[in-house]
């Protein structure tokens, strides 16, 4: 009797590749605090995608010239999306982990769900469940607790709260990149990626020249370059162009609420590389990482429960017809 492996469902490819993208990113955390110290957060985001932009090209050559001919017609909107989810969100993040902790960014990560929710109640009309909100919370509580914030003796200190505080308002640029990708569901998980970091690739050059310009930053030596260029190439190649495209695809499978959810597993995911490295976790990070996966657990089985309320064709992540979308809003 021969045994048949019955293919992966849509729903679980979804939940792989939301792991791993939120594992990468996790790894970033303990990469990129390394590669501040010789690139800064305008040249690292520079130079990170420009290896995706590379990479993204090579991928969008054997699809001929229709995904070029989509390009030119949204680059607008390509484009300023692009600057939200890979400009803002990256150059400010960065900067927030140059002045405080990666443990703290890691806190800041996991108020992404609860922030997509906010915004979905006051831009769509979305009122979030009451399992949804709860379980944003319990997960907020876990990475939290995994971080140590509430550990005795953990002080903020000035530069801490200014880092922090960078970090969370960088958020936001994330949102908005990953609710574009509903406004555009005739562009695949490939294509909206791919063109998107393309037709944004020229503003975050001229925006990275305008900041060295003004002091605002500073170019890389040589020898920083040299130092971290290992850095550089993970940050380029695996967490801003295969994590982009798996948590994309995410998005298209799950939703932007049920992904950005798994955002929650980036500081868990950091923790557990730790680990591999030789740092046993604490008690404490052990109730986090039980905390988070209890969330997860929740959150996803409450998403695909029946009884959950239909999703309307405007919900971020969703793709529904062109027809069906309202105009395109550069705020979205």
């Known amino acids: 009797m021969n045994a048949t492996t019955a293919p992966l469902s849509p729903r679980s490819l979804g939940i792989a590749s939301l792991l791993l ?174 063109l998107t970091v393309l037709a944004s690739w020229p503003l975050l050059l001229l925006g990275t020249l305008a900041a060295t310009a003004v002091g605002l930053s500073a170019a890389p030596g040589a020898e920083g370059l040299q130092s971290s260029w290992h850095g550089l190439l993970f940050a380029g190649v695996l967490s801003s162009a295969v994590a982009v495209l798996a948590f994309n695809h995410g998005v298209r499978r799950l939703g932007a609420v049920t992904a950005t959810a798994f955002l929650n597993f980036v500081p868990v995911s950091a923790l557990l590389m730790s680990v591999a490295l030789g740092k046993p976790p604490t008690a404490a990070e052990l109730l986090g990482i039980a905390m988070v996966v209890t969330a997860l657990l929740v959150h996803t089985a409450a998403s695909r429960s029946p009884a959950s309320p239909t999703l309307s064709p405007a919900t971020p992540g969703v793709p529904t017809p062109r027809a069906a979308l309202p105009p395109c809003k550069a705020t979205s």
């Open 21 to 194: 993208a939120t594992s990468s990113w996790g790894a970033m955390f303990l990469v990129g605090k390394d590669v501040l110290q010789h690139v800064d957060p305008f040249w690292f985001t520079l130079v990170r995608y420009t290896l995706s932009a590379l990479l993204f090209a090579m991928l969008l050559l054997p699809r001929g010239a229709a995904p070029w001919q989509r390009l030119r017609r949204h680059a607008g909107p390509l484009a300023w999306r692009g600057v939200a989810g890979f400009g803002v969100f990256s150059v400010m993040l960065l900067e927030g982990l140059s002045h405080s902790a990666p443990s703290h960014g890691a806190v800041i990560m996991a108020t992404v769900p609860m922030t997509t929710q906010l915004l979905r109640w006051a831009l769509d009309g979305v009122r979030p469940t009451r399992t949804a909100v709860l379980t944003a919370v319990l997960a907020l509580a876990g990475v939290a607790t995994v971080a140590g914030v509430f550990s005795s003796g953990d002080a903020f200190n000035t530069g801490y709260l200014l880092g922090d505080a960078l970090a969370l308002a960088g958020t936001l640029g994330w949102i908005a990149y990953t609710r574009g990708a509903a406004r555009m569901p005739e562009l695949d998980v490939v294509e909206y990626t791919a």
